[in-house]
């Protein structure tokens, strides 16, 4: 059993394009999020999703929206994709409630989003 | 602003040897700090974490250390192995708000 999983695992599109990537976790963790890891490898945070309510949302361009249908789902929204869009986006969950918080957060497997 | 820079962005070391990689953070307040492992087309792995009120924690070859008056983190891997070549993350939890911050890595090879 997978315990984060996103799909697809690769996407390739033109600029201009609207594309989601989607992520469920089966741990019943409380909180989801969202992260870019450019060509340096830097994990940037762009979203997280605590009990379906938006908590943070770094300087990400409106054209990236989160959409949460339940606690068990993520999914990254992208509208209008450009040449610098293009990374690998990961989603990850943790616990943040009570004696869980702070715990381990698990990733999925990324998403590698190729823009052309 | 805020930061959480990794000294060295990648560490070459000999088999053996123990490996020792930094975190450093500035204007941040963390309740807990975490180390991540990722290799290549892979999301980053828990390896440990370490709260503000402890010092040193351990778990087989890999040692922890934390220091909020220096704001910074020690992660050492003692007799390394080639196995243990990967990137190597730290992250912070900040306390009163979910958030969970990553450092910039540092990408560790042990050398047979």
């Known amino acids: 059993d997978t315990a984060v999983s996103q799909t697809p695992k690769y996407l390739v599109t033109q600029m201009g394009n609207d594309k989601s990537i989607k992520c469920e976790q089966n741990?019943?963790?409380?909180?989801m999020y969202w992260y870019k890891q450019d060509s340096k490898k830097f994990l940037k945070i762009m979203f997280s999703?605590?009990?379906?309510?938006?908590?943070i949302n770094e300087t990400v361009p409106n054209r990236f929206s989160p959409k949460s249908p339940d606690k068990a789902h993520l999914n990254l929204h992208i509208n209008s994709l450009e040449l610098g869009d293009s990374a690998v986006y990961f989603c990850?969950?943790?616990?943040?409630?009570?004696?869980?918080?702070?715990?381990?957060?698990?990733f999925g497997q990324g998403t590698r989003l190729t823009v052309v | 602003s805020q930061k959480i820079e990794q000294n060295s962005e990648a560490l070459n070391i000999q088999e053996g040897k123990t490996a020792t990689l930094t975190c450093n953070y500035t204007?941040?307040?963390?309740?807990?700090l975490q180390w991540y492992r990722q290799d290549p087309g892979r999301g980053p792995v828990f390896l440990l974490l370490?709260?503000?009120?402890?010092k040193e924690k351990r778990k087989e070859r890999l040692k922890v250390t934390f220091d909020t008056t220096l704001k910074q983190s020690l992660f050492h891997i003692t007799a390394s192995q080639p196995a243990d070549s990967a990137t190597y993350l730290c992250?912070?939890?900040?306390?009163?708000?979910?958030?969970?911050?990553f450092g910039t890595g540092t990408r560790l090879t042990v050398i047979p």
């Open positions: 990850a969950s943790s616990s943040m409630a009570g004696r869980g918080r702070g715990t381990e957060a698990f």
């Open positions: 741990l019943g963790h409380d909180t």
């Open positions: 999703y605590n009990n379906k309510e938006l908590i």
């Open positions: 204007n941040y307040s963390p309740a807990y």
């Open positions: 370490i709260r503000e009120n402890e």
């Open positions: 992250a912070l939890v900040t306390p009163g708000a979910n958030n969970l911050f």
